[in-house]
């Protein structure tokens, strides 16, 4: 089982992970409800596409911009469609 902590709160939980690059990629659906907030952020790598991100919200702070996801991977990268990957302090704990 994974996890993904950041200012003492449980992020995301899942035995459903997929590495891509050294980064765990975790279903949505295994992310805490409530701790993400939707960004303008985009970046392109080129051969996943283009990558969206969240920021994370927990115990009143805010991780700007510190999830990433791939709304429309390239084909290479179609295994983490649907998942979401962490960085900025997000601990991730197997």
């Known amino acids: 089982m994974a996890e993904a902590w950041w200012n003492d709160t449980l992020i995301a939980r899942s035995d459903d992970i997929v590495t891509v690059e050294g980064n765990a990629y975790f279903p949505l659906e295994a992310v ?7 960004s303008a952020t985009t970046s392109f790598c080129p051969w996943k596409g283009t990558a969206s991100y969240h920021s994370l919200r927990a115990n009143g702070a805010e991780n700007r911009d510190a999830c990433w996801y ?3 991977p390239k084909e290479a990268a179609k ?3 649907g998942r979401v990957a962490f960085w900025k302090g997000v601990q ?3």
């Open 32 to 38: 805490t409800p409530g701790v993400l907030e939707a």
């Open 70 to 72: 791939y709304p429309e």
């Open 92 to 94: 991730v704990r197997n």
């Open 79 to 81: 295994e983490i469609k």
